[in-house]
């Protein structure tokens, strides 16, 4: 039997996993602990098929706080920080890869590796007290678990820059306006409006929703005819599935479709 989690909490309903990062009196500061628990528990939620989607949240008034400071500043004075950010990157990008959707619900503080892991996710919804900031700059640092990649892909690099070089956090609506959070959600509606959206997701074939993801987060590297052939490529692999005949059967046969990920 595997670990217990220690700062991770996990409920599973009507085949929608949610994750709760459970650190609250540090603002669910990730450190080295927190992030391999993140990698374990989307490792197994990854492979379980009983798992659709997934939601992300925190505990108490943060999503998250960013990496947990002190252990930066020791980790720096190994001159270790190309590992840590090695280390937290690669997790994110499984997380962003695992191919199931996964919603970031941003219930208060997403600031530096909390703002970087809801880039990761795949749609964030915003409550009002979300504040989302790229920090690190005030700290003589810079984004280290992807902030300067994802964010300058999502909302533009000016935009991005400035959250990047001022380190000043944004409320819930302007990350809307800029395209970092998808919409504002009042705070005790988060849960829910992150769960309808999972659920109208778990609805689809699987192995769409998961070529559908990779088509756009790995296209989105790529130049444009590149990443047209990527989404060809995809399309053919979706074309090949026994969902994609049950769910085209079932539109023309006016029924809803059962898929079975296959
Ligand atoms: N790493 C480690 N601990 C953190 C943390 C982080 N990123 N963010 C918050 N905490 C801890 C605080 O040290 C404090 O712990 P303590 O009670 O043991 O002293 C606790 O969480 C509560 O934070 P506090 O600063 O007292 O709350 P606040 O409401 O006054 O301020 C923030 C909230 C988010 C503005 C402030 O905590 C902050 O700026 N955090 C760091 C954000 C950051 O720079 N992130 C990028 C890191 S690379």
Excluded: W
């Excluded at 197994?44 to 008034?61: F, K, M, N, Q, S």
């Excluded at 720096?76 to 997790?91: D, H, K, Y």
């Excluded at 900031?133 to 533009?156: A, F, M, N, W």
């Amino acid at each position: 039997m595997s670990a217990p989690y220690e700062f991770l909490l996990l409920d599973c309903t009507d085949r929608i996993a949610t994750v709760t990062i459970n650190r609250p009196d540090k603002l669910n500061a990730l450190n080295a602990r927190v992030i391999g628990e993140l990698d374990r528990m989307f490792t197994a939620l990854g492979a379980d098929p009983e798992v659709a989607a997934i939601i992300l949240t925190g505990a108490g008034r943060a999503f998250v706080a960013g990496a947990d400071i002190a252990e930066i500043a020791t980790a720096a004075q190994g001159s270790g920080l190309e590992e840590v950010s090695a280390f937290g990157t690669g997790v994110f990008t499984r997380i962003e890869r695992l191919g199931k959707p996964v919603i970031a619900a941003v219930n208060g503080f997403a600031l530096g590796g909390g703002c970087e892991l809801a880039l990761a996710c795949h749609l964030r919804l915003a409550s009002t007290h979300a504040k989302f900031g790229l920090p690190e700059t005030k700290l003589g640092l810079i984004p280290g678990y992807g902030g300067t990649q994802r964010l300058p892909r999502l909302v533009g690099q000016g935009r991005a820059l400035e959250m990047i070089l001022t380190g000043e956090m944004v409320d819930a609506d302007a990350a809307v306006a800029m395209g970092l959070a998808n919409r504002v959600v009042a705070p005790d509606a988060l849960l829910d409006a992150a769960r309808s959206v999972a659920l109208s997701a778990s609805k689809n074939g699987p192995l769409a929703l998961a070529h559908a993801i990779t088509a756009v987060t790995a296209g989105a590297g790529l130049p444009l005819d590149a990443a047209l052939a990527l989404e060809a490529k995809h399309f053919g692999a979706v074309g090949r599935t026994a969902d994609m005949r049950e769910g085209t059967s079932a539109f023309l046969e006016k029924r809803a479709a059962n898929f079975r990920g296959a």
